[in-house]
């Protein structure tokens, strides 16, 4: 009876780990973040085939987002050569879970995916009506994938052991009450 339960308890605690690891991979627990506002009032996103943010803003100026600050710049030619996919915001999860805490009242929005043999990339970029730009990044490797997966089964594992020495205890307790 004791193995049974135990083995039980691991096998529900690898089973737990399973589906948090899921979850973690699609990108339920990644948060939106804020960028930095461009020198003039943002009206357009655009995203090019390096996953550079453009944003057309008054007047028909460019600004490129680098990752660290805004630069005037003008979009490339090859913008949409098939590379990558590049469509409006499917407005769905996990990028727009309760758990992200997404922009509310989104009035554009971007998003793109790379896909390679070991590597998969997501970025989302919105712009709200209070022209704050806001990015979700989700970047998955298939390496740190392996290593995720085995750290949330082996969690798992511990949690269904824990919960198996937490049952056992009690029952020790009850027969020496008897």
């Known amino acids: 009876m004791r193995i049974r339960r135990l083995i039980i308890l691991l096998l529900l605690g690898f089973i737990l780990g399973f589906v948090v690891w899921q979850i973690d991979r699609h990108g339920y627990f990644v948060k939106w973040e ?82 390679y043999a070991e590597f998969f990339n997501k970025h989302v970029y919105s712009l709200d009506d209070h022209y704050q730009i806001w990015q979700w990044e989700l970047l998955r490797h298939g390496f740190s994938d392996l290593l995720n997966l085995i750290k949330f089964l082996l969690l798992g594992g511990v949690l269904g052991f824990a919960g198996w020495l937490v049952l056992e205890r009690r029952n020790a307790k009850e027969q020496v009450h008897k």
């Open 34 to 115: 804020n960028l930095p506002i461009p020198p003039s009032k943002p009206n357009k996103l655009i995203i090019s085939r390096e996953f550079d943010l453009y944003v057309e803003a008054n007047e028909n100026v460019i600004f490129l987002w680098d990752g660290r600050e805004w630069s005037e710049g003008t979009v490339p030619e090859d913008i949409n050569d098939g590379w990558q996919i590049s469509i409006p915001c499917k407005h769905a999860w996990p990028e727009f879970s309760p758990f992200s805490k997404p922009p509310k009242y989104v009035i554009s929005c971007v998003q793109d995916e790379g896909i």
